[in-house]
């Protein structure tokens, strides 16, 4: 089994295929009206359909589940333009998903427990922004590269040995993620690129399907 086919999992739930899908191509015409308005003043409906795309984001990183989702909309249409405008234009990965973590819901505020800001929503919305060079990062992710890093990128020794860990106790680990973690996974989704992954977001998509396989959804 090679990376590439989790690609073939992670399609399965041809609902939320289709989701990402569509939200790829509303994230296309959000960075179209980035490049378009430039340094100038924004109209009413850029503002808007910004807004709209960043709580499609967050729907899409909660997979639509009711307490995963409702922070977003409490950002201002402004806070959101100048934080997506900032993530386009940034020069370094810290820049850029620091820019995206100043709005509410996607890493604002430390976490209560660690102190940490979390940034696995925020690299979730550069993923549909800059899709060639990022991908979301979360725990599946972040512990299906420990499992292929550990068997020198052996899928099939990978999953086997994910599967006999504890998915909760992976979870509960791996869950809080900072923007240093989540620069350096999105490092790794880069160095996978290939002819059949050639995208960071398609690397995420297809390790994110090989953590199913392990893990299977309970939604």
């Keep these: 089994m090679q990376i590439f086919q989790g690609l073939d999992e992670f399609k399965k739930n041809m609902e939320y295929w289709q989701f990402t899908i569509d939200l790829e191509r509303r994230a296309k015409g959000v960075v179209e009206l980035l490049r378009k308005c430039g340094d100038s003043v924004p109209p009413k409906e850029y503002l808007l359909e910004a807004k709209a795309f960043l709580i499609e984001v967050e729907r899409w990183k909660g997979m639509s589940i009711q307490d995963q989702v409702g922070l977003a909309k409490r950002n201002s249409e402004d806070s959101i333009w100048r934080a997506l ?87 509960r680990d791996l869950d809080h993620i900072n923007e240093d973690w989540a620069c350096e996974i999105t490092q790794k989704y880069r160095a996978i690129r290939n002819s059949e992954l050639p995208r960071a977001a398609d690397v995420e998509m297809a390790i994110f399907g090989l953590s199913i396989i392990a893990w299977p959804l309970s939604l």
């Design 85 to 171: 405008r900032q993530a386009m234009s940034s020069d370094t990965d810290l820049q850029a998903i620091r820019s995206i973590m100043s709005l509410i819901g996607f890493g604002s505020s430390p976490h209560p427990e660690t102190r940490l800001r979390r940034a696995k929503r925020a690299t979730a919305v550069l993923r549909f922004l800059k899709p060639n060079d990022w991908g979301a990062v979360d725990w599946r992710t972040i512990a299906i590269l420990r499992f292929l890093d550990k068997h020198s990128f052996d899928v099939e020794a990978a999953l086997a040995e994910a599967k006999t860990e504890n998915s909760r106790k992976l979870k």
